[in-house]
Nanobody
Framework: VQLQASGGGLVQAGGSLRLSCEAS????????VGWFRQAPGKEREFVAA????????YYADSAKGRFTISRDNAQNTVYLQMNSLKPEDTAVYYC???????????????????WGQGTLVTVSS
């Protein structure tokens, strides 16, 4: 069982990137999936997530209005579309998944069982 994150890169402030998180398990559509990030010298923080069922999405305040999480179950992939990027968005972005996570735990990275390897996003000013 693996998660493969990709799509990071260097972008100027105001630009956009789309991150992908591809899963190896066929039941990925039944998993809660979250995106987290960790900037140098800072703690990991929640960015956005899908619950296990219903398709409801959740965002950190810093991501609301700029980032959109979506999923393509046919491709076993969850995306994070990031628009209007700011230098403070610079971080390594990780996707995580869990098959049993309840909604109240979606923002807590410690509750996720599976993690991707991370993809670096650098936003220049």
């Amino acid at each position: 069982v693996q998660l493969q994150a990709s799509g990071g890169g260097l972008v100027q402030a105001g630009g956009s990137l789309r991150l992908s998180c591809e899963a190896s398990m066929r039941t990925f559509s039944n998993y809660a999936v979250g995106w987290f990030r960790q900037a140098p010298g800072k703690e990991r923080e929640f960015v956005a997530a899908f619950g296990r069922t219903g398709g409801r999405t959740y965002y950190a305040d810093s991501a609301k209005g700029r980032f959109t999480i979506s999923r393509d179950n046919a491709q076993n992939t969850v995306y994070l579309q990031m628009n209007s990027l700011k230098p403070e968005d610079t971080a390594v972005y990780y996707c995580a998944a869990d098959s049993r996570l309840i909604l109240s735990a979606l923002r807590d990275g410690n509750q996720y069982d599976l993690w991707g390897q991370g993809t670096l996003v650098t936003v220049s000013s």
